[in-house]
């Protein structure tokens, strides 16, 4: 979440470690370097909303798109904090970044919609 964060500039957060998302019953990646923090999905919420995205024109990497990265920032929200899920989303706001229907339908894919209808609500 905070990498995908950074990788579309929303936020000014500096990630220590890089966010990977897996599958429920996928094994995890045992590398050293760099360390990562796995968040596991499944379903839509894996499948949903990937975009690929380029690294110095080098590196082609899958990563949610803006909403689905805000949408699992409230998922998450108890571990990265409310406050960071918050900059995130009035960043891509003001930023015309996201759409309030890109946004309400992340949030349908992550089930946040009682989690985030407050703070949507609040932007318009």
């Known amino acids: 979440m905070l990498t995908a964060l950074q990788i579309h500039g929303i936020t000014t957060q500096f990630p220590h470690e890089v966010w990977l998302a897996i599958g429920n019953k996928a094994r995890e990646p045992s590398i050293d370097y760099p ?3 796995i968040a596991r999905f499944s379903g839509a919420a894996l499948t949903e909303c990937i975009e690929q995205k380029s690294i110095d024109d080098v590196v082609h990497i899958p990563v949610t798109s803006i909403a689905k990265t805000i949408a699992d920032c409230f998922k998450y929200r108890n571990k990265i904090g409310l406050d960071v899920a918050l900059e995130a989303l009035r960043d891509a706001w003001r930023q015309k ?3 309030m229907d890109e946004l309400w339908s992340a949030a349908e894919i992550c089930r946040m919609t009682n989690v985030m209808r407050p703070y949507l609500q609040s932007l318009t």
Do not use: D, G, M, S
Request: overall charge positive; cysteine-free.
């Open 35 to 37: 360390p990562l923090r």
């Open 97 to 99: 970044k996201v759409t």
